[in-house]
């Protein structure tokens, strides 16, 4: 049987791997969530975050403690409206997928949004997120190509905005990888 040891720091190669996909963030207030944004995109060769509204960006203590300096190797812009920003985007031919449980969104995991994916794989892809309390507003909704959720287990409709994109972003990363 071999010896299975936890590698260090050092020990990892960073594979480059950076995938065409953004995040837009929308009135994220905690900046805590802010820096596992970043966590988060560094971890998954996610290409850019952009942060919007009330959304606080870098430089910020509060971003760095959850970040651990992963906001000096991830791209982020600010914007001050997001509807404008996603317009802008939508213009740019960028496909935009809403992470928000409504009336018509579809689970994450199915063949269909895999199918979505895949199918827009040759243009960037934007996953927006939004406010911890509020959620994606009706006029974000309303720009989306797609709207997705995570399909829950428990008595509760929602979970953490990070967990939630933590989530969404893996599944998306594999289906880009798999095209």
Do not use: W
């Not at 594979?15 to 963030?25: E, K, Q």
């Not at 970040?67 to 600010?78: D, G, I, L, P």
């Amino acid at each position: 049987m071999h010896k299975n040891t936890q590698l260090t720091h050092n020990e990892h190669v960073n594979p480059g791997i950076r995938h065409p996909l953004s995040l837009l963030a929308d009135n994220m207030k905690d900046p805590l969530n802010v820096g596992s944004l970043f966590r988060l995109s560094d971890a998954l060769g996610i290409s850019l975050i952009h942060l919007c509204g009330d959304t606080p960006a870098p430089p910020n203590p509060k971003i760095n403690k959850t970040a651990r300096s992963t906001e000096k190797y991830v791209a982020f812009e600010t914007h001050p409206d997001a509807i404008t920003e996603v317009k802008r985007q939508k213009d740019q031919g960028v496909c935009i997928v809403a992470l928000e449980l409504t009336s018509s969104s579809i689970d994450i995991t199915s063949d269909e949004v895999k199918g979505f994916i895949l199918k827009n794989s040759e243009r960037p892809l934007c996953l927006l997120l939004g406010s911890e309390n509020t959620g994606i507003s009706e006029g974000l909704l309303k720009l989306a190509d797609l709207t997705v959720h995570i399909e829950m287990c428990g008595s509760n409709s929602s979970m953490n905005v990070v967990s939630a994109a933590s989530i969404a972003c893996y599944e998306i990363c594999r289906y880009l990888s798999s095209r």
